[in-house]
């Protein structure tokens, strides 16, 4: 059956199939209808603003492109440059030299557990490098470019028939390389090499991606996640942008049908995603943000209450960027990208606001001091320019409260902290929650502080991804070295739904944040204990206030953590103050503890920003055998360089815990 089916030509419709193929040729030359993204048109003038607004960028693509052609060289993800290889071997993990057996795509065993890693192999056959080509070449002209793109695109072909291997065990992957190569296709569609004999390969090989989507749905009767989401995404896509080809017309109604329902699925009612996971909300949020451009520009109308949700996830995007632009990684992230018109790190989601801020004519998404996007200007064009210029910038974001996502963050100016309150995602199902609950980010003066570690890699080291995701690694309280939600390394795709997190109170004003909130995640220890952590911001003394009540029965081991951000200087000040120093900017973020009768111990730790990458961190733990109730309390200061250190900490004072230590 595989062989019949790569054998076959594209399926067009009756119209498409009498013409003769320099016909055709012409026919998707010279079309109007339907309309790609505004940027993509081949106009002198994009070029020319692409140079203005973007120099060193435009530089940096052209170079790129030439590393592409001359040396098959260009980002993976989080691993930085990487060479592929000449001739491309399409099946091979470029880090860990494993290959992949082009055997039947469902019986494609996806993870060894010997350092390989599946989600390399994919992010290499998304073939996103190919719009980096494509967009040089749209600059250049130069048919080196086009003459590289149409190789590769043919080695792949040849290695990769429908239905076997790896690159086609997944659904949604093939969904992603389809969109990217239908991007490629408009860049290249007036290039020299686009012949009859391309043109009819490339239709094929579109017409085989959308009939393996419609029969390999990632769906689910109990849950479905970013794989559904982008399976019908794929679909929406090739039915739009190929009305030639036989089943267009069922993939666009479909994939519609479906990308709208599934944003009533797996979107919360604050404008967050349902997975527990900051990194899988930009990949959901790109998915439908560019679906719904896409549909506007060719005319197809969307109810007004979606595109108030696509406003609300902008909104949440806006809300948990830190004062430097970047985005806490709660939960897994993989650095996913939907359409890469520019390679950007996992916590990387501030170029969103630019499109959002367009698209709503929303001046509350439009940061001060900060230009448009690339991206801005390849999807909504000279126009969508036009719109961003014209807006004036937003009011600073203020105090904001997420209460179905389980976020909260306390800001004040150059104050940040984000509180996590959040569950294990997807209904209690989880699959990319952390055991994170009650945990804290804090930025102040410019500097990340306290962070989330990130997720690094997934299956490549199951030992690196259990310990990420662990209790241990977040700022957060530990109770006897158990877990909040139950895991299991080697299912790395399960969490438990124990912690079940909850918010008592949330309150704010001009003159303080104040958030409770506990979790039952120790409820299943053989003496039951409940967490439960107040975090208080002083917006006129600036400064915030943690404290943590463990109550229940009997002793327990109690460890008292904060993460901290990679390249910070960390050190323990003779009275048990911890010093955290920005040697960059010289900002400084003291914590003083009250309760913990032992000495803080500075751990080793890593962090990740980036699917792949990890940096050496630093997290300071106090460690307590205590009689519960125990309660503990932590008073954090941000001081800025040019502030007198002893006068800011006496402002911070401890206040008197009571009776509610009774240290064993």
Known sequence: MLDELASQTARLRSEFLSMSSSDLLKHFRERETPAFFLGFEASDFHASRQRDLFPEETERLIESAWLITNKHRWPLLGFGEKEFGNPLNWHRDPLSGRTWPLDYHADVPLWHNDGSDIRVLWELNRLGHLITLGRAYALTKNEEFSEEFFAQLESWREQNPVGRGANWSCAMEVALRAMNLLGAFELFLRAPQMNEVELADLLRMFDQHGAHIRRNLEYSHIATSNHYLADVTGLLWLGILLPELAAAREWREFGLQQLLAEMDKQLLADGADYEASTGYHRLKLELWLYSFVLCHINAIDIEQRYWDKLHGMIEYVRAYLRPDGRAPLLGDSDSGQVFPLVHRAGDDHEYVLAL????????????EDAGPSEELLWT??????????????????????????????LRQDDLY????ASGSGVNGRGSHGHNDALSIEVSACGSAFVVDPGAYVYTADLRERQRFRSTAYHSTVEVDEVEQNTTDERAPFVIGDEAHPQVISWQSDSEADVVIAEH???????????????????????????????????????????HFGPGLEISVRPDGTIDVC??????????????????PVLESRFSSRDYGAKEQSVSVCWTINAALPFAAQFVLIPIRADEDGSARLRLGRLTDLGNANHVG
């Open 356 to 367: 959002g801020a367009t698209i709503f004519h929303e001046p509350h998404f439009k940061i």
């Open 380 to 409: 909504l064009g000279a126009q969508g320019l036009t719109d961003y210029e014209a807006l004036p910038a937003g009011e600073p974001v203020s105090s904001q409260a997420f209460p179905d996502a389980g976020t909260y963050i």
């Open 417 to 420: 902290l984000l509180f996590n």
């Open 520 to 562: 039952a995640g120790y409820q299943r220890l053989p003496q039951p204990v409940t967490h439960r952590r107040t975090v208080q911001l002083d917006k006129q003394k600036r400064f915030w206030r943690v404290e943590d009540t463990l109550s229940g029965e009997g002793t327990h081991d109690l460890a008292f953590r904060f």
């Open 582 to 599: 920005d040697k960059m900017t010289f900002a400084r973020l003291l914590i003083k503890a009250n309760g913990p009768s032992a000495e």
